[in-house]
């Protein structure tokens, strides 16, 4: 026998399968911007260094010459 509190607690099986499936479509949808944030900011870095050592190696050109 089920005491009012366990049976008034119940829930189904659908309610929490859909909560499950929210939370996943969440996390990936998170995942996903923070991958490309991170891919934007590896690009950034990328950039910056190119043009500090294109810098550096024009300095290095011009001693030579």
């Known amino acids: 026998m089920t005491t009012s509190i366990e049976h008034s607690c119940h829930i ?6 859909a909560a499950g499936f929210v939370a996943v479509v969440v996390t990936i949808r998170i995942n996903t911007a923070a991958l490309r ?3 934007k900011a590896r690009e950034q870095k990328t950039g ?4 500090t050592q294109c810098w550096t190696r024009y300095i290095w050109a011009e001693d030579l010459r």
């Open 48 to 51: 910056a260094d190119n043009r």
């Open 37 to 39: 944030q991170s891919a």
């Open 12 to 17: 189904g099986p659908l309610p929490v399968r």
